[in-house]
DNA sequence: ATAATAAACGCAAATGATTCGCAATATGTC
DNA sequence: GACATATTGCGAATCATTTGCGTTTATTAT
């Protein structure tokens, strides 16, 4: 079922009649397999092994981005993180500060206030962007 | 009272011991009176006629972030945009997608749930990035 | 007010993550 | 298996941000 996962991604991916590589295989398959919000460096060291180039690394994330089936995480340093994601449901995640552990939190818990929040504020609301972080039970002190 | 934000900040700045520079009198001013999440290019047009360095303005936003008088947009293209923010109260902000205007949640919505997160994950909880996304009155459609 | 002192500035060069051009290659199709 | 074309790897280019350094400025003490 991890392996799962990866095949919706596989899948989905050449339903939208684009090809499934080897370099999109396994960054795919890395994103998914360790649960963790990676950069394209480490994603690169991971996969040192097989030959797969930066540049279709970056190119890979973006167009997972693109196809939502991974995102950028929000607190960004100086490198960008990706988190694996299955496109369709909302939600949200927390990131392991520590070790960048990932895990979902499987539904939005503020659509109930985007009302307030536009009555409050005059604006529209388009869409929200939420991410806690915090430490995996493996990285508490 | 718009004046009165920007004065938090001198005055937080020096309490801190830093000094309170022409150039980061301005970044501050701009910031607060614009209502608006710049980035360090517009804030260095905005600030043409002054003479201010673009790496000036980038260490005065460096700063701010330090000192918890501005924070760093979530949603980052490219170019990072900055909000002013005053310190203390914890919470969140609604920007517009098209114009970047600002505005205060004056509250956190979240806090509640935060028990729920930890039950769920087995992550314990340190913090948490919001913002709303959505078009200011001005710029409704 | 003036001088002293360290912090902060402006400038230009450096850095470093990300992107791009292009020839070579791999994938999906017939 | 051969074909057509999307995708790759490589290296160079880009460009936001950072840094080194000599000069200026804000603050504190005469
Ligand atoms: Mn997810
Ligand atoms: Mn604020
Ligand atoms: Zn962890
Ligand atoms: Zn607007």
């Known amino acids: 079922m991890i392996r799962n996962m990866s095949h919706n991604s596989f899948a989905?991916?050449?339903?939208?009649?684009?090809?499934?590589?080897?370099?999109r295989r396994r960054v795919i398959e890395q994103l998914h397999d360790?649960?963790?919000?990676?950069?394209?460096?480490?994603?690169?060291?991971?996969?040192?092994?097989?030959g797969i180039s930066l540049a279709s690394i970056y190119r890979t994330l973006e167009l997972l981005v693109e196809l939502g089936l991974a995102e950028a995480a929000t607190r960004s340093g100086d490198e960008q993180r990706y988190i694996a994601c299955s496109p369709g449901q909302h939600h949200h995640h927390i990131v392991c500060s520590r070790c960048g552990r990932v895990a979902d939190i499987t539904e939005c818990l503020l659509e109930p206030f985007e009302d307030v929040v536009r009555e409050r504020t005059g604006f529209t609301i388009e869409s929200h962007t939420l991410e806690f972080h915090g430490y995996c039970s493996a990285c508490r002190q």
């Open 12 to 23: 989905l991916l050449q339903a939208r009649g684009y090809k499934l590589t080897e370099p």
């Open 34 to 50: 360790r649960r963790r919000a990676l950069t394209a460096l480490e994603l690169h060291q991971l996969l040192a092994s097989e």
